[in-house]
């Protein structure tokens, strides 16, 4: 059956990579010994449950400061909370796959992770994710529920090729606000905490349907040109909900005095458009002009737009060791000007030795959402709209796969920037704004033992102070084989980290979005302790997890946030499974 397996997999990649430039579609391999997530089982927790903290939703598995430089790049209005989507990266494999993993912990913490993979014939094949995570919170009314769904599917026959790509997201959260006061915490368990707010919450969905479809009229699956067609529709939508008990905590109410609130807004945008494309082995360029409209919908209030804008992508090899992809966008009517421009690189150096490098710039006017919203406690119309420029250059190089050495650099500037400050959108406070993070990690196994250190050092303009300087963690392992014959592997370790003190954001639960604060308070240094078993026999693996075991011995009173403290301590209990066939 392996040799089988093994067969159908290189046939079928062969195949599939001469596709992958039609599609713009990177995919990795499904090798025989892949296991979920493709961690090694020292690492098979840090791949799946992530890092929450007491923000709502459990913080998506980071603190978004920890990450400012990538995060400020593809946030789309100001500092939007929610910008992470689980999507589901193509693999290749002969035979039909499927990867579970799913954790349970303390409040009824939830994450499932599913993915599926098949290949019905070398030019037809189907991919797919579903991303899952719930709890009930550890804070007074801090419950969330949040679902990713993720579907490609690739379909070549003849002088016919489509490329569908549909994503569905739906999040459910509490926002609770914050606590209210910290004289709790040192003597109670955080539950028995008040909080600012204990019946307020919101609902997010998301739907983006993408179709590219390719139609050869010169030429032959090798080298050829023809037709192609751009079709996709997306809507994003928002609704929060608030009854308040104590309406003196609202300086002003736009909409209901009594304090019952239910803020709503809704954005669908729906594309066409048509095109050439020219394929080869080495080299494949496509442009389309499209028309796009887009409606938003605020309580009741309508306004629409039709836009018409060219579309490209470009890529090429230069030999089999190098690769470039070219995403442009450039509106011509509508939102005269707007331009985006994304180029990535891939080069394998060396059979041990790749090099991966990010050049991105936006020029873009504001989103709907930030031109014009009423809500209870909120209202704001913009006119004069200027548009805001991002620049974004990232890279990477590492020796080495099981073991290695990696350093990878970001860096982000935001000129004209429109955030949040006061209760306003400001794009006239901070000029030009640069983040950058430096990290340099690497794997080293010594016989069972196994060392994973990691270290980021930061730098930012003085105006935007949102991140801490330096942290590190580093895993430590030991993984040996039991009984005779050697099929039950175990692994347990500790991670030790460590976290600058910086300049915290604060999060506004009503408009889901990151606010830049200037205080005398901020986060002060940070220490991470977990430690971790797990175990596996073939394609089963298991992991139990104590996290935050630092909290037990710092203040509990230390803040990520003006109004969230530190993750208490939390067990995890985690499997994944592979299935093949």
Do not use: C
């Not at 005779?484 to 003190?501: H, I, P, R, T, W």
């Amino acid at each position: 059956m392996r040799s089988l397996f093994v067969i159908l997999l290189l046939v079928i990649s062969f195949t599939a990579v001469g596709q992958r430039s039609l599609f713009f579609s990177e995919m990795d391999s499904l090798k025989i010994g892949y296991r979920s997530g493709g961690a090694q089982l020292d690492s098979i927790d840090a791949s799946f449950i992530g890092n929450y903290n007491l923000r709502p939703g459990g913080g998506y598995g980071n603190l978004h400061e920890r990450h400012l430089a990538g995060n400020t790049f593809v946030s789309p209005a100001g500092f939007s909370y929610l910008t992470t989507q689980q999507k589901v990266t193509p693999k290749f494999t002969g035979l039909p796959y499927l990867g579970f993993r799913y954790a349970f912990g303390s409040s009824m913490t939830q994450d499932l992770d599913l993915e599926y993979h098949q290949f019905f014939r070398p030019q037809t094949h189907i991919h797919f994710r579903y991303n899952r995570k719930t709890s009930n919170g550890f804070l007074r009314n801090s419950d969330y529920k949040l679902n990713d769904l993720n579907l490609k599917f690739f379909h070549a026959k003849n002088r016919y090729s489509t490329h569908l790509e549909a994503y569905y997201g739906a999040h459910e959260m509490t926002q609770n606000g914050g606590i209210s006061t910290d004289s709790l915490l040192r003597d109670f368990e955080i539950e028995f905490t008040p909080v600012q707010r204990e019946n307020a919450r919101s609902r997010i969905r998301k739907l983006d349907v993408q179709w590219d479809n390719y139609m050869r009229f010169i030429g032959d699956s090798i080298i050829g040109s023809g037709f192609k067609t751009r079709h996709q529709y997306s809507i994003v939508g928002r609704e929060y909900t608030e009854q308040l008990t104590d309406l003196t905590i609202v300086d002003t109410f736009f909409v209901d005095t009594n304090g019952t609130t239910r803020d709503q807004y809704q954005t669908a945008r729906f594309s066409n458009g048509a095109g050439v494309y020219f394929n080869s082995p080495a080299f494949q360029i496509d442009a389309t002009l499209n028309h796009s409209y887009w409606r938003n919908q605020n309580l009741g209030i309508n306004r629409d737009t039709n836009e018409v804008f060219l579309h490209s992508n470009l890529w090429t090899a230069l030999g089999e060791r190098l690769d470039l992809h070219n995403e442009f966008y450039f509106n011509l009517l509508g939102a005269t000007g707007e331009l985006k421009n994304y180029t990535q690189m891939n080069f394998q150096m060396l059979k041990n030795l790749s090099v991966k490098g990010k050049l991105n710039f936006e020029n873009l006017y504001p989103t709907p959402y930030q031109r014009f919203h009423t809500a209870n406690y909120y209202q704001w119309s913009i006119d004069n709209l200027k548009m805001q420029q991002k620049l974004q250059v990232a890279g990477s190089i590492q020796l080495g796969e099981t073991q290695f050495v990696e350093a990878n650099v970001v860096w982000t500037s935001v000129n004209n920037g429109r955030y949040f400050i006061n209760n306003q959108w400001r794009q006239d406070t901070l000029a030009l704004v640069s983040i950058g993070a430096f990290q340099l990690k690497g794997g080293l196994k010594l016989g069972q033992w196994s060392f994973y250190p990691s270290a980021t050092l930061r730098f930012n303009s003085a105006n935007f102070n949102y991140q801490p300087v330096f942290s590190t963690l580093n895993r430590i392992a030991f993984t040996t084989k039991l009984f005779k014959a050697q099929k039950l592997g175990v692994s347990l370790g500790v991670d030790l980290g460590y976290e600058s003190g910086y300049q915290y954001m604060a999060y506004n639960g009503v408009l889901d979005i990151l606010q830049p604060v200037q205080s005398v308070n901020k986060t002060t240094d940070l220490l991470q302790l977990n430690a971790f078993f797990a175990a596996s026999i073939e394609e089963f693996r298991f992991f139990v997890k104590a996290e935050n075991l630092s909290s037990l011995f710092q203040d509990p009173t230390t803040k990520i946030d003006p109004d969230y403290p530190i993750m208490p301590f939390l067990i995890r209990l985690g499997i994944t499974w592979d299935f093949f066939n």
